[in-house]
């Protein structure tokens, strides 16, 4: 079901909530700013009544994470998550508390968003803490649709898209960059959460065993088995990331770069996988800041040289909501 903002009078006197909505989006914004080093670039290439609402969805995306991440007590982790979870139900109820939540409940009433993704993405947080093994894709695949697929969806959903379609585009986009990160992670996920998310079928098809991956980590090295389970993964995942490319034409071009910007990080990391041999076991994968700065130039140039083009009959935010 879908859940919506309470009518005007269940909310605080506007004198009161303008200046906990101004103060509380002060913090989402220094949030934002100081948690992602290229927050304030990428956030240029928004139109700018969207830059605050991004902010304030990340910043909400931001605590649940490192409430799900940065815990090590299992038990501690989930009461914090199922606080966080309170605060977001207070949202719909009309009684927002916390400056982050105040601030995000401003970008839920001016946009009509949902509490689904927000409500996804906490039992993907929560899932986390209970599961940290996988047997196959599809159960990998489905734990993204948590995870991932609610930060595309809520984006989508503050650009003025609601429609299905554009919907699971973004979904192939986001399960995509989801998977990427995993194989960019194999190493640290392991060592540091205790989780695999390589599906056991795939270690099982290239002959790749808990114990061996844990070897080879303490050794720091890479064996051709690895290689070759790391190869096929990120082979599948590109093709992910082909399906969700026609999303882009789709989008309105004051949008259309930021959004082609998860797509154009994600393979970027798959190059930088690709450039390892595929070895993410004796050192991570990552980008330099010329290759991010590369990424945010690219879509910045795009969005000008879009601007010079005829436009395509692509129907605007507003006439795109269901």
Known sequence: MV???????????????ATDVAA????????????????????????????????????????????????????????????????????????????????????????????EPFDDLLDAFEQDQRVNRYQTLAQLVEYCRRSADPVGRLVLWMCGYRDPQRQRLSDRTCTALQLANFWQDVRRDLLERDRIYLPAESMDRFGVTESSLRQQIQERRCDQSMRRLIEFEVDRTAGLFDEGDALLPMLDRSVRGQISLFGA??????????????????????????????????????????????????????????
Not at 73 to 95: K, M, N, T, V
């Open 265 to 322: 990080g994600g393979r970027a990391v798959l190059a930088a996988i690709r450039r390892q041999n595929y070895d993410t076991l004796s050192q991570r994968p990552s980008l330099s800041k010329w290759q991010k700065g590369h990424l945010i130039s690219t879509a910045l140039l795009n969005r000008l040289t879009a601007w010079a083009r005829p436009a395509l009959i692509v129907p605007r935010p507003a006439e795109a909501k269901a």
């Open 3 to 17: 859940h919506v903002m309470p009518s005007a009078a269940a909310v605080p006197p506007s004198g009161c909530i």
């Open 24 to 115: 509380a989006e002060r913090l989402t914004h220094e949030l934002a700013h100081s948690h992602y080093e290229n927050f304030s670039v990428i956030s240029f290439l928004l139109p700018r009544h969207l830059r605050q609402d991004f902010c304030n969805v990340y910043a909400f995306c931001r605590t649940a994470d490192d409430a799900a991440d940065e815990i090590p007590d299992r038990d501690q982790s989930l009461r914090l998550l199922g606080e966080l979870r309170q605060e977001l139900h207070a949202i719909y109820a009309g009684r927002p508390n916390r400056p982050i939540f105040i601030a995000l409940s401003a970008s839920i009433q001016r946009h009509s968003i949902p509490i």
